[in-house]
């Protein structure tokens, strides 16, 4: 694994770990319970700063400052709690979805993209889709899957959004009943198009699907 596929590996990590951060603190502060605890934490927080037995303490409660340190203690206790569970719901969450193969990843089940329906009114129609999991300038692999009456007098062809704007009469790599596409550039847009050539009006379902991700 090369220093750019170690660099991602680690940004991703820490993008993954913030999100996860973020949805263990909603999920306690949208909880009766979990907010119960951080006050809690901050009265206990609160009569250490003191420490002057319950007369004194009774007596400063007008000290607003300490009673805020007091809460600013609770909340980095909880923050760093949620810290520590989200460090090792990343790890999970990665060894869910897949693996990594040298500067590739590899999705354990093909995730579903984009989808859409098309017909012979859809020929040679330019029908944009994003695929948002994936590295710029990196290199993805699709999978199109065609659900219908006809789909052998359905072919489909999909390209870079780049690519496909700057050379519009190119080749396009055209396959027929659905199929995979290999090594496709991923442009700073993130985003391809699919182009279809249909022989029949009966509509039939295009799913794409992201079989693997990968760091050039």
């Given at each position: 694994m090369d220093r750019r596929a170690i660099?991602?590996?680690?940004?991703?990590?820490?993008?993954?770990?913030?999100?996860?951060?973020?949805?263990?603190?909603?999920?306690?502060?949208?909880?009766?319970?979990?907010?119960?605890?951080?006050?809690?934490?901050a009265v206990a927080y609160f009569a250490l700063i003191r420490s002057g037995g319950i007369e004194k303490m009774a007596a400063d409660l007008h000290n607003l400052w300490q009673a805020i340190q007091a809460l600013i203690y609770a909340l980095a206790t909880f923050l760093l709690i949620c810290g520590i569970k989200a460090a090792f719901r990343v790890k999970s969450e990665e060894k869910t979805l897949g693996q990594w193969h040298g500067n590739g990843f590899i999705y354990k089940a093909p995730r579903l993209v984009f989808m859409t329906e098309v017909s012979d009114a859809?020929?040679?129609?330019?029908?944009?889709?994003?695929?948002p999991d994936v590295e710029v300038n990196?290199?993805?692999e699709l999978r199109v899957e065609l659900d219908g009456l006809e789909t052998k007098r359905i072919k489909v062809a999909i390209l870079p959004k780049m690519i496909a704007e700057t050379g519009l009469d190119a080749p396009w790599p055209w396959i027929g009943g659905g199929g995979s596409?290999?090594?496709?550039?991923?442009d700073k847009y993130k985003s391809f198009y699919l182009r279809v050539a249909a022989e029949t009006c009966n509509k039939s379902i295009v799913r794409i699907y992201l079989v693997k991700w990968g760091i050039v």
């Open positions: 660099l991602v590996r680690v940004r991703r990590y820490l993008a993954s770990w913030l999100r996860l951060v973020r949805d263990e603190a909603r999920d306690v502060a949208a909880d009766t319970l979990g907010l119960t605890q951080i006050l809690t934490a859809d020929n040679m129609k330019w029908i944009p889709f994003r695929v990196g290199s993805a596409y290999n090594m496709l550039f991923v």
